[in-house]
């Protein structure tokens, strides 16, 4: 049996918080939670595990931290790890923590009705619980819908009439990340280096988040961007006069490049039953809050997305690869290094 202890470790967690039925937050020197979340998926938590105390009894604690890190304090604890639960922010991510046998293989037609096949892992080992377009974004004073490539808006980016017009986020972070492995998938690699070489000598300028990278179009620094969809929503919601609109990319080819937050039960949990019972209530009964507060797209196509992002339209997604994410990830840090990308 794994000892049912919670502890933190400096340099390595960035919250902890608890929820129980009718009591707010519990300190550590209570009774531990029914069950013990590691989350890398750091906002509007409360609400939705809150909602599932609510209605089944069973109490959630959870911490949060790095993708990374959290996956290595997992390893490091191994059979006395307190997790029950490990939620991700990445499909590449879920995938290298069920690659590490860090996650159990489920059972459940719940979750396999719920979640759309490329959505989840095929040995049952990780689900999806909310999905986020990454597209292009641009100022529609500057920009004519028709200068963007239909086929290939990604790639399209790299003509050279765009030069002098385009911000993107950096190349450490996990979105760039994935939508390049993404792309060496979909093209090959040599295609996507040719790609990425065009944003770069279009003189792409980088931006350390989203949030910046939309204040920039907004001002018209530049005219185009790629973001997550959700940045755009938070954001119009804020401030509905925001010069700036969303592109779905690539619509009469492969798709707008999306990818997930997600869980799995950790293999070994001491509560695997009840931590399946949360995973399934996510992607079922629960779909709405935990994906509404963050202008998240539901997995489960049974569930109505908020009119917030309802307002975008509906668009065709690229079929989402986790094991290219996890596996090319490395091969696309390479690739942005070789194509001078920052």
Sequence with gaps: MRRRSLYVTTGILTALTTLVTGCGTLGLGEQPADLQIYSARHYDLEGAFGDFTDETG?????????????????????????????MTVDAGNLWNAARQDELAALDSATLDEAVPEDLRDPQGRWYGLAMRARTVTYNPDNVDTAEFDPEETYAGLADPKWQDRL??????????????ASLIDLHGRERALEIVEGWVDNGVQIMSNDILLLEAIDAGTCDVG?????????????????????FWASQEGAGTHVNISGAGVVEGSDNAEDAQR??????????????????EFPVNPSVEPA????????????????????????????????????
């Design 307 to 342: 009119p917030s992002i309802a307002a975008f339209g509906e668009f065709e997604r690229m079929p989402l690869n986790a094991e290219a994410y996890g596996d090319l990830n490395a091969e696309a840090v390479d690739l942005l290094a070789e194509a001078g990308y920052q």
């Design 278 to 295: 949360l995973i399934e209530w996510l992607a079922t009964d629960g779909q709405n809050a935990f994906v509404d507060a963050n202008h």
């Design 167 to 180: 911000c993107m986020r950096d190349a450490t972070s996990a979105y760039t990340q994935s939508l390049v």
């Design 58 to 86: 069973i109490s959630v604690e959870f911490i949060t931290g790095d993708d990374a890190e959290l996956l290595e304090r997992l390893k490091a604890e191994g059979d006395d790890s307190p997790a029950d639960v490990f």
């Design 226 to 246: 790629i973001n997550n969809h959700y940045y755009l929503a938070r954001t119009l919601e804020e401030n509905p006069d925001l010069k700036v609109d969303l």
